[in-house]
C-alpha cells in the first residue's frame, strides 16, 4: 500500500514539473511573439520573420521595420519612387523584398545599399521609367529580379532595362525575368557581366529581333521567347544558341516566315533539341503555308518569289503614277500657254503654206514649155 501511495506521488510531482516547463515554454513562445512583432509598422502585419504592408494605400515603405525582418510585402500600394531614404536603417536579415503593383516610376542610386543580403526582388507590375546607375551594393547577393509589366515605352525601355542590369554589379543574378514589357529590341550588352545569368523570361515583350551578341556572355539554360513578334532567327543567333549545349528555348506564339529568310533556321529545328516546343511553331506567311507547323515545312517550299513578284507589282504600280503625273503636269502646261502655242501653231501653218505655193509654182513653171522658155529667158 505504502509502495502504491510512493508511486503515486511521484506521479504526480512528473505532472507537476511536466506543467511547469509547459508553462515556461509557453510563456518563452509569447514573449518571442512579442519581441518579433514590437515595432511593427501601423496598418501592417507581422508574423516571426515576415512583414505584409499590403494594398494600404502607402506612397512610402515603412520606416520602422523590425530588424529581423526577413521577407517585406509592400504590394499594391502608391508607392511612386524608391531612394536611399526608403530604408533609413538597414535590415541586415531582409532576404526578399516585393514592391510588385505599386505604379513605381523612379529607382534612385543606391536605393538598396542597406539591404546587403537581398536575394530575390520583385518590381514587376510597376512603370518604371529611371533606374539609379548605382541602385545595388557592389557586393549584392541579389539571384532573380522581376521586372515583368514594368516597361510601357517601347521608345525608352531598353535604355532603362540597360540602366537596370548595368546598374550594379548583378554577379550572383541567376533568374531574369522580363516578360509583359515593350522592349522591342533588346541591346546588345544587355546582359553583359552577368556572369551567373541562366533563366531569362522574355515572354510577350514585344521583341522582334535579336541582335547579334546579346546572348554570347551569360551561361543561359532557359530561354522564354514566347509570344513575341520574331519571325526568323538569323544565322549569328542560331549559332550563339548552338554554343550554349544545354540551353533550352522556347519560341512559339511567333508570327514565322515560312520563306528563303527561314532557310537556315528550318534544319536547325529540325536537327536541335533546343527548341523545346518546336512541333508548336506554325506558319503565319505566306498564305499558302499559313498555320501550317513549321517541322512539315519541306525546304523546297521556302520560297522569295511571291515578295519578288509583290515588289515587281509595286513598282509597276509606281512607275505608273509617275508616268500619269508627268502626264497631267504637260497638260497643266499646255493648258496654261493655250494662247501661245495657237499663234506658234499659225505661223508654223502660214510658214508651211508659203513654202509649199512655191513648191506649186515651180511645178507650174516646170510641166509647162513655154513658161519654161520664159523662164530661161527671164533668167538671162
Not at 152 to 173: E, I, P
Not at 233 to 256: C, I, M
Not at 336 to 355: E, P, Q, S
Request: charged fraction near 20%.
Amino acid at each position: 500500500m505504502r509502495a502504491l501511495s510512493t508511486s503515486h506521488g511521484c506521479s504526480r510531482a512528473e505532472i507537476r514539473e511536466g506543467a511547469q516547463k509547459f508553462g515556461m515554454m509557453h510563456l518563452l513562445v509569447l514573449l518571442a511573439v512579442v519581441l518579433c512583432c514590437q515595432g511593427c509598422p501601423e496598418r501592417c502585419l507581422c508574423s516571426s520573420q515576415t512583414v505584409k504592408c499590403q494594398n494600404q494605400d502607402l506612397d512610402e515603405i515603412p520606416s520602422s521595420l523590425p530588424a529581423n525582418t526577413k521577407i517585406l510585402f509592400v504590394t499594391g500600394n502608391n508607392i511612386s519612387r524608391v531612394g536611399v531614404d526608403s530604408f533609413p536603417t538597414g535590415l541586415e536579415m531582409l532576404t526578399d523584398l516585393y514592391l510588385s503593383g505599386n505604379e513605381l516610376e523612379s529607382v534612385g542610386a543606391m536605393a538598396f545599399d542597406r539591404l546587403p543580403n537581398l536575394v530575390r526582388l520583385d518590381l514587376s507590375d510597376n512603370h518604371i521609367q529611371t533606374f539609379g546607375e548605382r541602385a545595388f551594393p557592389e557586393d549584392n547577393k541579389l539571384q532573380l529580379l522581376n521586372l515583368s509589366r514594368s516597361f510601357h515605352n517601347h521608345s525608352s525601355s531598353a535604355d532603362v532595362v540597360r540602366s537596370v542590369l548595368q546598374s550594379g554589379k548583378l554577379l550572383a543574378l541567376k533568374v531574369l525575368d522580363l516578360s509583359h514589357n515593350d522592349l522591342v529590341i533588346l541591346p546588345d550588352d544587355a546582359f553583359r557581366g552577368l556572369a551567373n545569368l541562366v533563366n531569362v523570361s522574355l515572354q510577350n515583350s514585344s521583341i522582334i529581333s535579336i541582335q547579334n551578341g546579346t546572348l554570347t556572355a551569360p551561361p543561359l539554360r532557359d530561354l522564354d521567347l514566347r509570344d513575341n513578334s520574331l519571325r526568323y532567327l538569323p544565322a549569328a543567333t542560331l549559332a550563339e544558341f548552338s554554343l550554349k549545349a544545354g540551353l533550352r528555348v522556347w519560341l512559339a506564339g511567333n508570327p514565322w516566315r515560312c520563306d528563303c529568310f527561314a532557310e537556315e533556321m528550318l534544319p536547325w529545328l529540325k536537327n536541335s533539341s533546343q527548341a523545346v516546343d518546336a512541333q508548336n511553331l506554325t506558319c503565319a506567311e505566306p498564305g499558302a503555308l499559313r498555320r501550317q507547323p513549321l517541322l512539315q515545312v519541306e525546304p523546297s517550299q521556302l520560297k522569295c518569289s511571291g515578295d519578288m513578284e509583290g515588289v515587281l507589282e509595286t513598282s509597276y504600280v509606281f512607275l505608273g503614277l509617275v508616268l500619269a503625273l508627268i502626264g497631267v503636269i504637260f497638260l497643266l502646261v499646255l493648258y496654261l500657254n493655250r494662247k501661245g502655242i495657237k499663234r506658234w501653231m499659225y505661223n508654223i501653218r502660214d510658214a508651211c503654206r508659203d513654202h509649199m505655193e512655191g513648191y506649186h509654182y515651180r511645178y507650174e513653171i516646170n510641166s509647162d514649155p513655154r513658161l519654161a522658155n520664159l523662164s530661161i529667158n527671164s533668167d538671162v
